[in-house]
Protein backbone atom coordinates (compact mmCIF):
# COMPACT_ATOMS: atom_id res chain seq x y z
CA UNK A 1 0.00 0.00 0.00
CA UNK A 2 2.63 2.28 0.65
CA UNK A 3 4.36 1.40 -2.67
CA UNK A 4 0.94 2.68 -4.71
CA UNK A 5 0.72 5.91 -2.07
CA UNK A 6 4.29 6.85 -2.94
CA UNK A 7 3.27 6.16 -6.70
CA UNK A 8 0.45 8.30 -6.63
CA UNK A 9 1.99 10.93 -4.58
CA UNK A 10 4.93 11.29 -7.71
CA UNK A 11 2.16 11.49 -10.11
CA UNK A 12 0.36 14.09 -8.45
CA UNK A 13 3.65 16.40 -7.82
CA UNK A 14 4.61 16.63 -11.23
CA UNK A 15 4.44 19.85 -12.99
CA UNK A 16 1.41 20.50 -15.30
CA UNK A 17 2.54 22.77 -18.14
CA UNK A 18 0.35 25.12 -18.58
CA UNK A 19 -1.63 25.37 -22.07
CA UNK A 20 -0.05 28.83 -23.31
CA UNK A 21 3.10 26.88 -22.39
CA UNK A 22 2.73 24.04 -24.40
CA UNK A 23 1.22 26.33 -27.54
CA UNK A 24 4.34 28.28 -27.44
CA UNK A 25 6.29 25.34 -27.80
CA UNK A 26 4.23 24.03 -30.66
CA UNK A 27 4.10 27.60 -32.01
CA UNK A 28 7.74 27.55 -32.20
CA UNK A 29 8.10 24.24 -33.46
CA UNK A 30 6.05 25.07 -36.74
CA UNK A 31 7.53 28.37 -37.43
CA UNK A 32 10.81 26.31 -37.07
CA UNK A 33 9.30 23.66 -39.90
CA UNK A 34 7.63 26.16 -42.20
CA UNK A 35 11.05 28.25 -42.63
CA UNK A 36 12.53 25.00 -43.43
CA UNK A 37 10.22 22.84 -45.71
CA UNK A 38 10.34 23.87 -49.18
CA UNK A 39 5.67 23.39 -48.91
CA UNK A 40 3.00 24.97 -46.43
CA UNK A 41 2.91 22.13 -43.79
CA UNK A 42 -0.69 21.80 -42.35
CA UNK A 43 -2.16 24.77 -40.74
CA UNK A 44 -3.21 23.83 -37.07
CA UNK A 45 -6.30 26.05 -37.23
CA UNK A 46 -7.35 24.94 -32.95
CA UNK A 47 -3.39 25.92 -31.43
CA UNK A 48 -3.51 29.16 -33.86
CA UNK A 49 -7.00 30.31 -32.62
CA UNK A 50 -5.39 29.85 -28.94
CA UNK A 51 -2.89 31.79 -29.83
CA UNK A 52 -4.42 34.74 -31.83
CA UNK A 53 -7.22 35.17 -29.17
CA UNK A 54 -4.22 34.77 -25.95
CA UNK A 55 -2.37 38.11 -28.18
CA UNK A 56 -5.72 39.98 -28.11
CA UNK A 57 -6.03 39.50 -24.38
CA UNK A 58 -2.99 40.39 -24.02
CA UNK A 59 -3.40 43.89 -26.18
CA UNK A 60 -6.54 44.30 -24.38
CA UNK A 61 -4.23 43.93 -20.77
CA UNK A 62 -1.57 46.34 -21.89
CA UNK A 63 -4.55 48.85 -22.89
CA UNK A 64 -6.46 49.01 -19.55
CA UNK A 65 -2.68 49.11 -17.42
CA UNK A 66 -1.65 51.64 -19.66
CA UNK A 67 -1.15 55.16 -17.98
CA UNK A 68 -1.26 53.11 -14.40
CA UNK A 69 1.22 54.78 -12.24
CA UNK A 70 1.83 52.79 -10.09
CA UNK A 71 5.86 50.97 -10.45
CA UNK A 72 4.56 47.84 -10.01
CA UNK A 73 2.40 47.89 -12.31
CA UNK A 74 4.65 49.72 -14.39
CA UNK A 75 6.89 46.72 -14.58
CA UNK A 76 4.42 44.14 -14.98
CA UNK A 77 3.54 46.21 -18.02
CA UNK A 78 6.73 45.46 -19.36
CA UNK A 79 7.24 41.86 -18.85
CA UNK A 80 3.37 41.81 -20.90
CA UNK A 81 4.62 43.70 -23.36
CA UNK A 82 8.07 41.75 -24.06
CA UNK A 83 6.47 38.17 -23.73
CA UNK A 84 3.88 39.57 -26.30
CA UNK A 85 5.98 40.99 -28.64
CA UNK A 86 7.44 37.47 -28.54
CA UNK A 87 4.12 36.03 -29.35
CA UNK A 88 3.57 38.94 -32.55
CA UNK A 89 7.24 37.78 -33.73
CA UNK A 90 6.73 34.09 -33.91
CA UNK A 91 3.23 34.27 -35.40
CA UNK A 92 4.51 37.40 -38.20
CA UNK A 93 7.68 35.18 -39.12
CA UNK A 94 5.36 32.16 -39.33
CA UNK A 95 2.76 33.76 -41.47
CA UNK A 96 5.04 35.26 -43.74
CA UNK A 97 6.87 32.12 -44.31
CA UNK A 98 3.76 30.46 -45.36
CA UNK A 99 2.73 33.04 -47.46
CA UNK A 100 6.09 33.16 -49.70
CA UNK A 101 5.50 29.72 -50.28
CA UNK A 102 1.94 30.29 -51.41
CA UNK A 103 3.38 33.64 -53.57
CA UNK A 104 5.77 31.23 -55.55
CA UNK A 105 3.53 28.33 -56.15
CA UNK A 106 -0.64 29.91 -55.36
CA UNK A 107 -2.18 28.00 -58.27
CA UNK A 108 -0.42 24.85 -57.00
CA UNK A 109 -1.60 25.17 -53.66
CA UNK A 110 -5.36 26.37 -55.11
CA UNK A 111 -5.40 23.19 -56.96
CA UNK A 112 -5.08 21.28 -53.98
CA UNK A 113 -7.73 23.32 -52.23
CA UNK A 114 -9.47 21.69 -54.81
CA UNK A 115 -9.13 18.72 -55.25
CA UNK A 116 -7.41 17.72 -51.45
CA UNK A 117 -5.50 14.45 -51.12
CA UNK A 118 -7.64 13.06 -48.43
CA UNK A 119 -10.73 14.08 -46.98
CA UNK A 120 -9.65 13.80 -43.70
CA UNK A 121 -5.90 15.77 -43.87
CA UNK A 122 -6.18 18.89 -42.28
CA UNK A 123 -6.12 21.52 -44.22
CA UNK A 124 -3.47 22.99 -45.84
CA UNK A 125 -4.29 26.98 -45.65
CA UNK A 126 -7.14 28.61 -43.53
CA UNK A 127 -9.39 30.41 -44.92
CA UNK A 128 -7.36 33.93 -44.95
CA UNK A 129 -4.59 32.33 -46.63
CA UNK A 130 -6.91 30.70 -49.33
CA UNK A 131 -8.48 34.05 -50.52
CA UNK A 132 -5.15 35.75 -50.34
CA UNK A 133 -4.15 32.51 -52.82
CA UNK A 134 -7.29 33.60 -55.10
CA UNK A 135 -6.35 37.30 -54.78
CA UNK A 136 -2.67 36.87 -56.18
CA UNK A 137 -3.53 34.47 -58.94
CA UNK A 138 -6.61 36.32 -59.77
CA UNK A 139 -4.31 39.66 -60.30
CA UNK A 140 -1.35 37.55 -61.79
CA UNK A 141 -3.38 36.54 -64.31
CA UNK A 142 -5.34 39.74 -65.00
CA UNK A 143 -1.46 41.26 -65.74
CA UNK A 144 -0.40 38.21 -67.86
CA UNK A 145 -3.30 38.47 -69.96
CA UNK A 146 -2.64 42.82 -70.40
CA UNK A 147 0.97 42.04 -71.27
CA UNK A 148 1.17 38.95 -73.69
CA UNK A 149 -1.39 36.33 -73.50
CA UNK A 150 -3.61 38.43 -75.39
CA UNK A 151 -1.42 38.39 -77.97
CA UNK A 152 -1.43 34.48 -78.05
CA UNK A 153 -3.94 32.11 -79.66
CA UNK A 154 -7.03 31.28 -77.40
CA UNK A 155 -5.39 27.50 -77.26
CA UNK A 156 -2.38 28.88 -75.50
CA UNK A 157 -3.93 31.24 -73.12
CA UNK A 158 -4.24 28.63 -70.30
CA UNK A 159 -1.95 29.10 -67.11
CA UNK A 160 -3.20 25.20 -66.38
CA UNK A 161 -1.84 23.58 -69.85
CA UNK A 162 -0.94 20.03 -69.56
CA UNK A 163 -0.01 19.26 -73.23
CA UNK A 164 2.26 17.30 -73.45
CA UNK A 165 2.32 15.36 -70.18
CA UNK A 166 4.23 19.20 -69.17
CA UNK A 167 2.42 20.78 -66.70
CA UNK A 168 2.41 24.55 -66.72
CA UNK A 169 1.55 24.23 -62.73
CA UNK A 170 4.88 25.40 -61.02
CA UNK A 171 5.55 22.70 -57.87
CA UNK A 172 7.70 22.70 -54.53
CA UNK A 173 10.88 20.70 -54.60
CA UNK A 174 9.96 17.61 -53.11
CA UNK A 175 13.46 16.73 -53.50
CA UNK A 176 14.88 19.83 -51.48
CA UNK A 177 17.46 19.07 -48.77
CA UNK A 178 16.66 19.58 -45.10
CA UNK A 179 17.64 19.32 -41.66
CA UNK A 180 15.66 16.65 -39.63
CA UNK A 181 15.45 15.42 -36.01
CA UNK A 182 14.42 12.10 -35.44
CA UNK A 183 12.00 11.98 -32.47
CA UNK A 184 11.36 8.33 -31.71
CA UNK A 185 13.15 4.89 -31.55
CA UNK A 186 13.59 3.18 -34.87
CA UNK A 187 11.70 6.13 -37.30
CA UNK A 188 12.67 4.64 -40.49
CA UNK A 189 14.71 7.32 -42.89
CA UNK A 190 15.19 6.22 -46.47
CA UNK A 191 15.23 2.26 -45.59
CA UNK A 192 17.28 2.43 -42.56
CA UNK A 193 16.14 2.66 -38.83
CA UNK A 194 17.38 5.72 -37.01
CA UNK A 195 17.99 6.39 -33.25
CA UNK A 196 16.16 8.84 -31.74
CA UNK A 197 17.38 12.34 -31.23
CA UNK A 198 19.67 11.40 -34.72
CA UNK A 199 19.86 14.36 -36.98
CA UNK A 200 19.87 13.77 -40.59
CA UNK A 201 20.78 16.10 -44.09
CA UNK A 202 17.87 14.17 -46.14
CA UNK A 203 15.74 15.22 -49.12
CA UNK A 204 12.31 16.84 -48.04
CA UNK A 205 10.37 13.88 -50.32
CA UNK A 206 11.66 11.09 -47.95
CA UNK A 207 11.09 12.37 -44.58
CA UNK A 208 7.70 14.38 -45.28
CA UNK A 209 5.50 11.48 -44.29
CA UNK A 210 7.28 11.24 -41.05
CA UNK A 211 7.15 14.85 -40.14
CA UNK A 212 3.62 15.28 -40.74
CA UNK A 213 3.10 12.13 -38.53
CA UNK A 214 5.14 13.35 -35.84
CA UNK A 215 7.83 11.17 -35.89
CA UNK A 216 10.45 12.83 -37.36
CA UNK A 217 10.75 17.10 -36.84
CA UNK A 218 12.64 19.94 -39.10
CA UNK A 219 15.32 21.71 -37.88
Partial sequence: M??????LASVSAAPIIPQHTRDLHTLTRLWVAER?????????????GRVLEGIRKQIDLVEAETGNEDPR?????????????RWKYLVRSYLRARLAKIDKHALHYLRQSTFPSASSSPPLLNPSELAYARTHQSLLQAHYQASFLNAFPEQLRGLEDT??????????????VVWVRV???????????????AVLVVRWRSVRGGVLRGGVELV
Fill in 183 to 197: LAEGVEVEGERQERG
Fill in 73 to 85: ASFRLIIIQTELE
Fill in 2 to 7: DDIDDI
Fill in 163 to 176: AGGISMVEEPDLEA
Fill in 36 to 48: SAPEVLPWDAEMM
